[in-house]
């Protein structure tokens, strides 16, 4: 879920900012009638039985309706799948309305959605308003994206004003905070969210890819230093652990050199090699997606970080040269279209974009000579 510092809310609300294909929108969310108890809430991977409505009837009529389907619908099974859904950029909530549909949570399917479910039990029920955050920034990052200016304004929301819907959550299955799952389990997170990225972004869905790359990134982050070593660190590894006979390697428990070896052997688990080169990707990935929406910043970060995880890789080394281009960092654009150049020096895109910058920096130099010119004249 994108995390954005938003005006104050009311007390009893809290509020955030959620990405949908359209852009970014602000969430305000409070609770309607009495909590339940219990320490089940939805988590990721688990499956949510949930109904969204528009909010048109008052909070008693809402909790007496709800009352009657909690009895009369079938709870939800772990066997079951997701409701498929298509994302569409006309729509800010990425689920059908007024019916019970199945949210996987953790898959982005509907970000306003899964972070109106943080928190809550089953058998609760919620209001939650959304509105168009900070609409001016939003239409111009859309423009970028696609090309052409279009207008923040939705189906179930526009950027003049608010609207209000009621979210019923009648069941769920378990799930998992990340920090209790194995590092086999994240990485397949981690690849399922790095596929139905590109999914999105191939569907011109560029802030629904954003999300998945981002979440994927930060799990990946978890995983740091639990991969699996190749065959030939192993042996290394072993080697020296057979000479080292000091009090330290002693006093070390043998069950945590027992975990070691089981994740060593497990093949969920990356290499080194295979962790670093889809993080590398990931952050090339999501270098693009920023570099269309307009967070020039933000994707030469990225790029960088891809860069330094694999340098071999020119498709990083282009997204640097393009987000430092557009930054007005020619120097520094002029060395990353250089590097494709030396890995791959047939490269038509990478020529052609280094005459670009060498043309401005030469229009550059000219004007400062210029200007010099007249000081000392």
Known sequence: MTTVQVPAPVPGETSWVSACPGG?????????????????T??????CKVKVRRSTVTEGETQHTASQEQESTARVDSSEQATSHPRSQDSVL??????????????????????????????EMCEFTVSAWNAKNSKA???????????????????????????QLHSLTPGQESWQMTPGEKWSWVLSHKQRGGQRFGNG???????????????????????????????????????DDDDDAALTPCFDKENEQAESDDVSIPTDE???????????????????????????????K??????????AWYRLGQACLQLGELEESRMAFGKILELQ?????????????????????????????????
Request: charged fraction near 25%; glycine fraction near 8%; aromatic fraction near 4%.
């Open 306 to 315: 891809a860069t330094e995880l694999n340098p071999k890789s020119t498709k």
């Open 42 to 47: 939805p988590m990721l991977g688990s499956l």
């Open 141 to 167: 990052a859309v423009s970028d994206a696609n090309g052409t200016q279009t207008e923040n304004t939705t189906e179930q929301g526009s950027s003049q004003q608010s609207d209000c819907f009621t979210l």
């Open 205 to 243: 869905d560029i802030w629904g890819a954003t999300d998945c790359y981002c979440r994927a990134v930060k799990l990946a982050i978890t995983i740091n230093g639990k991969t699996r070593r190749n065959a030939s660190s192993t042996g290394f590894k072993e080697a020296v652990d057979g000479e």
């Open 24 to 40: 970014l929108w602000e969430v305000r969310r409070r609770w309607l009638g009495e909590r339940k108890r219990g320490d089940i």
């Open 274 to 304: 295979e962790y670093k080169t889809v993080k590398a990707e990931l952050h090339c990935n999501l270098s693009l997606c920023q570099l269309k929406l307009g967070q020039l910043a933000k994707s030469r970060d990225s790029s960088i």
């Open 94 to 123: 990425q689920l059908p309305l007024d019916e019970w549909c199945l949210l996987r949570m953790g898959e982005g399917q509907c970000d306003i959605t899964e972070g109106c479910l943080e928190g809550m039990r089953a058998g």
């Open 345 to 377: 020096p047939d490269s038509a895109s990478a020529r052609t974009a280094l005459k670009q910058v060498n043309s401005r920096l030469k229009d550059m130099d000219s004007k400062l000579g210029q200007r010099l010119s007249k000081m000392f004249n």
